[in-house]
């Protein structure tokens, strides 16, 4: 048996392994770390038996113990849904003045309705509810159809031109284009545009006036403003639904668009709606 090499300069003995002139030293791992390792597979050995943890062809090892996170997540949603009973309880016996009258019931409506906003309301109304071309923006206080909370209640449940409710929201603004000519309608767009800008022609502006008073007052009123039980937008608070700037109403007036909002009191049922009017009345715009 040959003698065991030491290094002359650390003093340490070697392996008996030597590259290029090399040797390597004998230091063996400090034995807190050695038995730590050793604990770490006693462990390991130990929550395989324990919880679920080796893969088999279709499921695997159930453990010990018998855990299940989804088991155990199911437990949670089922406390959960069972902790919100009572408040759906109660917001399916009151009404929305009485839901956005307590506290803790009106807390509990907002962000079930903030909710059902994101899934079924924000492809059109965009999540932060400020709408976009076509699409009202929820958020001011520029109503349709009314911004009160028996007013939303209504629009939410039933829709606006919705066809498959009978109660929806009508009203259809004609195409003028069939009863003005084009001077007229340029004229009326020209007016329009003035009440909240500075049209491209005072002349033209001053003439559609009277175009205005002849063929629009009956819907929107003489000062522009709107009517909301025909749901006709005021043209006087510089909010553009289909568009900003004459062009832009000139279309408007000569071949209308109408948008459509689904009525979603069978979809989601009166309990959300009821949600969902306490949340977007609570947005801000709510009169």
Request: proline share 5%; aromatic share 8%.
């Amino acid at each position: 048996m040959s003698e065991k090499h030491i290094d002359e300069i650390s003093g340490v003995e070697t392996t008996g392994h030597e590259w290029d002139g090399i040797r390597e030293l004998n230091n063996p791992m400090p034995r807190w770390w050695v038995w730590t390792f050793y604990a770490t597979i006693l462990w390991a050995i130990g929550y395989a038996i324990a919880y679920p943890a080796i893969p088999m062809i279709t499921s695997a090892t159930k453990g010990y113990l018998g855990f299940s996170s989804r088991a155990e997540l199911q437990q949670d949603l089922d406390l959960a849904k069972a902790s919100q009973v009572k408040f759906q309880d109660m917001i399916a016996a009151k009404t929305v003045q009485e839901i956005d009258a307590d506290p803790a019931l009106r807390e509990f409506a907002i962000a079930g309705g903030a909710s059902a906003f994101k899934v079924n309301c924000a492809p059109c109304h965009g999540s932060g509810a400020s709408g976009g071309p076509g699409f009202p923006n929820l958020n001011d206080d520029d109503w349709l159809w009314g911004g009160d909370l028996d007013s939303i209640q209504t629009t939410i449940a039933h829709g606006i031109r919705f066809d498959n409710d009978a109660d929806t929201h009508v009203s259809e603004m004609p195409a003028f284009a069939d009863m003005l000519d084009k001077d007229q309608i340029r004229q009326v767009a020209a007016y329009v545009w003035s009440l909240t800008n500075k049209p491209s022609d005072e002349a033209l502006a001053e003439a559609g006036k009277q175009v205005f008073l002849d063929n629009c007052a009956a819907c929107h009123g003489e000062d522009a403003k709107g009517k909301l039980e025909m749901g006709a937008p005021n043209l006087a608070d510089a909010i553009w639904l289909k568009g900003r700037g004459e062009e832009a109403i000139v279309q408007q007036v000569t071949a209308p668009k109408h948008g459509v909002m689904p009525g979603w009191s069978v979809r989601l049922g009166n309990t959300t709606v009821k949600e969902l009017t306490v949340f977007v009345h609570a947005l801000g715009g709510g009169q």
